[in-house]
């Protein structure tokens, strides 16, 4: 049994072995990130178009995933809007996941490094999950944006030859939390919602 138990955690370790030899590094990853199309982003859009909803829901969460392992740290950012049935109106949210092991980010603003003014940000989700040897604090952070701010970005972005818009959370815990919407991304959100929006 003990025997087994060796070869078992050898094999183990092999594969991890393995596995982390042939994951891509830190810049063959963001490389590929900056590389993708606008296409690849329009075709990963998620739509929800229900009538019995309020409704409609429009994400981006499939475009891109900020990470490679499922036991990682899983921090990520993505789009989500509504666009109320009632009214028409618009409503758009920059999502941010943040996993730390060091304490929560407790975030309070967010800032762009383009155009888009600075505003507050709201928590609202948050966990711990704790293990022998650490503890990872997840947070669901979200901030308000508009079709206008967005648009305004991305042709400021572009103008600057960019494939990014770069954004920081403030965190209260001596944290911050530094991301990235791809340009792509951006434009497909404002395709979508301009194709599905009821005030045409």
């Known amino acids: 049994m003990k025997h087994f138990s060796r070869v ?3 094999v183990a370790i092999l594969a991890l072995t393995g596995a982390c030899a042939i994951a891509p590094t830190l810049e063959e990853r963001e490389q590929a990130y900056l590389a993708l199309s606008d296409q690849h982003f329009e075709d990963a859009v998620g739509i929800i178009d229900d009538s019995l909803n309020p409704s409609i829901q429009i994400d981006t969460e499939r475009g891109h995933r900020d990470y490679i392992f499922s036991w990682g740290l899983k921090n990520d950012q993505f789009f989500r809007a509504n666009i109320i049935r009632d009214s028409g109106t618009v409503l758009i949210q920059g999502y941010v996941l943040v996993e730390t092991t060091g304490d929560f980010l407790r975030g309070t603003s967010v800032s762009f490094a ?3 003014d600075r505003r507050d940000v709201d928590r609202i989700g948050f ?3 704790c293990n022998a040897s650490v503890c990872v604090h997840r947070e669901d952070v979200v901030f308000e944006l508009t079709r206008e701010e967005l648009q305004t970005a991305v042709t400021e972005a572009e103008r600057l030859g960019e494939r990014t818009l770069v954004f920081r959370i403030q965190g209260q815990s001596g944290q911050d939390r530094d991301g990235r919407f791809h340009v792509g991304e951006v ?4 395709t979508a919602v301009a194709a599905n929006s009821l005030q045409k």
Do not use: E
């Open 8 to 10: 078992a955690s050898g």
């Open 114 to 116: 383009h155009s888009i």
């Open 127 to 129: 966990d711990v999950s």
């Open 187 to 190: 434009k497909a959100l404002l």
